[in-house]
């Protein structure tokens, strides 16, 4: 019984240590941003798209869900500071975004054929779930809650044209990154 219970303490913190590590990564990627009115481009979706390709749905969006509470809690981590107020940013839904993304992204890639168009497909999906959540709740907080309607036309400009063709490319070195160091990580056993 012993024996088992070590094991299963070694597996926890193991996977403790990983959705700490990604959480860390993800908050790094927020502070490496081009700045682009209304959503500045980071390098977040690159590291919460690298949690869900090479730690799988659950612990991928386990450090996106850590992440953002540390960040709610009042920790400056998020791109424009930090604090419970920061559910009222209108880019406040790519957060949300990110955590459903990275399951997704893990779902297909882990359940799938490890192969470059999976994984493409894997990262390609989150994307779209990510520019969904936060095209979304951008365009109803800036309409309902800051009383600053935003045009479709200059939402789908800001918020999409002038920042997906950077993911486009994030997604393409999460795949490089995931189709090499996926297969060690499962030898490993990590």
């Not at 168009?117 to 951008?138: E, K, R, S, T, W």
Request: aromatic residues 14%.
């Amino acid at each position: 019984m012993e024996r088992s219970d070590t094991i299963n303490k070694n597996i926890n913190i193991k996977d403790m240590t990983l959705v700490s590590m990604f959480s860390a990564l993800i908050m790094v990627g927020a502070f490496i941003k081009i700045p682009i009115p209304l959503c500045p481009f980071t390098l977040q979706f690159l590291f919460t798209t690298l949690a869900g390709t090479l730690l799988g749905k659950n612990r991928g969006a386990m450090a996106v869900i850590i992440y953002i509470l540390l960040g709610l809690m009042g920790i400056p981590v998020f791109s424009n500071g930090g604090g419970i107020s920061y559910i009222f940013q209108p880019t406040f839904g790519y957060l949300i975004g990110f955590i459903f993304g990275t399951y997704i992204t893990g779902l297909i890639i882990h359940n799938g054929k490890f192969n470059n168009i999976n994984i493409l497909i894997g990262c390609f999906a989150g994307l779209i779930i990510v520019y969904f959540c936060g095209m979304l709740y951008c365009y109803f907080m800036r309409k309902l809650w800051l009383d600053d309607p935003i045009s479709i036309t200059s939402l789908f400009l800001y918020c999409f044209v002038l920042a997906v063709p950077g993911d486009v490319v994030l997604c393409i070195v999460s795949t490089i990154i995931t189709k090499r160091i996926l297969p060690i990580i499962k030898e490993k056993g990590i």
